[in-house]
């Protein structure tokens, strides 16, 4: 059974999935609005991108987020964290698994203690129902966690897929492809129309059997304009044009906004492109 989140205050229920993909810089944010007006935040970008994301959130937001969810605990996705937890509050954060101690991580334990938020750790197979039907499911971490990779703090990333009705979206954090081989022999379902492009389009990720099997109709990959690590990689670019999904990118239209009753779904940025498509 999923646990449902507590929430006493008065949702804004919509019956529509929201999901908006925060230009963050080099870095991933992205907020989901439940069709009965819950939020959860999936990392919060670095701590450079703090007063951009903090203007977006209290404008999307109403009250203290539900949720916070943390892929790793890499500073391109906690830095802003803290300066969220301070000024709007959240219900409870969900922990990455593998430490990497840092500042940013050390001013985000001492922001979710001051504020009471409940700390709980991602484990895989851990549902959360977010209401109106939205439910989370976290398909990793990896179980047990992958050693000796690249990156381990990337390679056990938490994954998590969200369903409403037919939709379904996937939330690769920076997995790489040890991450994307040890969730296919999982046997997990992984399809989903939306996919947040696992480790900013990085070539270490993203490969043909992965796609294939999340075989999205939008790609979105969070990414910073001009980044020193030349993200997205022009061949991830070519993998994903030939899994034939639409890719949007952050570095060059901005926020993206995905929006769904479940059937319908429409893709939206703040550089004026549009999209509507059916949920598969
Ligand atoms: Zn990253």
Known sequence: MAATLAAPRPARATG????DFIDVGQGDAALVTSPTGKTM??????????????AFLTKHTHGPLDLILLTHRHEDHL????????Q???GQFIDAPVPHPGTAYAALLRA??????????????????LGGGAIL??????????????????ANS????????????????DAEAPTEAWLLASGDDLGAAVLKVPHHGSRYASGVRFLRAVHARIAIISAGAGNSYGHPAAQTLERLARSGAAVYRTDTEGDVTVETDGDEIQVQTARG??????AP
């Open 158 to 173: 938490v994954v998590a897929r969200l369903t409403y009705g037919k939709f379904a979206v996937l939330f690769a954090g």
């Open 88 to 90: 709007i509050g959240a």
């Open 41 to 54: 935040l999936i990392d919060g970008g670095p701590r450079t991108s703090s007063g951009a994301r903090l």
């Open 112 to 129: 979710l203690e001051a504020h009471g938020v409940a700390v709980r750790q991602a484990t895989r197979g851990r549902q959360i129902d």
């Open 16 to 19: 529509t999935l929201r999901l």
């Open 273 to 278: 492109r549009q999209q509507t498509l059916q």
């Open 137 to 154: 499911t976290l398909v990793g971490p990896p179980d047990p966690p992958i050693v000796g990779s690249r990156s381990d703090v990337n």
């Open 79 to 86: 830095g802003g964290l803290a300066a969220a937890v301070n």
